[in-house]
Nanobody, 125 residues
Framework: QVQLVESGGGLVQAGGSLRLSCVAS????????MGWFRQAPGKEREFVGG????????DYADSVKGRFTISRDNAKNTVYLQMNSLKPEDTAIYYC??????????????????WGQGTQVTVSS
């Protein structure tokens, strides 16, 4: 089992920045892919980006490419989502997810086995 806890959400003005954290506990992180997803009211949960834990290869949705950056800290078992140049349309609950045994970031939320509880990000105009 893997437990994931997100933090770092909040209220920010358009153009501002936030850094979300996802701390993992439980099974040792070896071959894992980690994903960040978000869900706005009335919309489906969508892929934001992801990273392969072992080699830090990352992938991003087109809507956030160039603005968001994912990184990880092995010693802290933590994955980060740095969000810059935030827009009101980035407002959502942000979730991290884990896909054990994977060396590939996938965009299908159904292929992730473990999820955090989410953290709210609100961007005001």
């Amino acid at each position: 089992q893997v437990q994931l806890v997100e933090s770092g959400g909040g209220l920010v003005q358009a153009g501002g920045s936030l850094r979300l954290s996802c701390v993992a506990s439980g099974r040792t992180f070896g071959r894992y892919a980690m994903g960040w997803f978000r869900q706005a009211p009335g919309k489906e949960r969508e892929f934001v980006g992801g990273i392969v834990w072992s080699d830090a290869v990352a992938d991003y949705a087109d809507s956030v490419k160039g603005r968001f950056t994912i990184s990880r800290d092995n010693a802290k078992n933590t994955v980060y989502l740095q969000m810059n140049s935030l827009k009101p349309e980035d407002t959502a609950i942000y979730y991290c997810a884990a896909r054990p045994g994977s060396m590939l970031v996938v965009r299908d939320r159904g292929r992730y086995d473990f999820w955090g509880q989410g953290t709210q990000v609100t961007v005001s105009s």
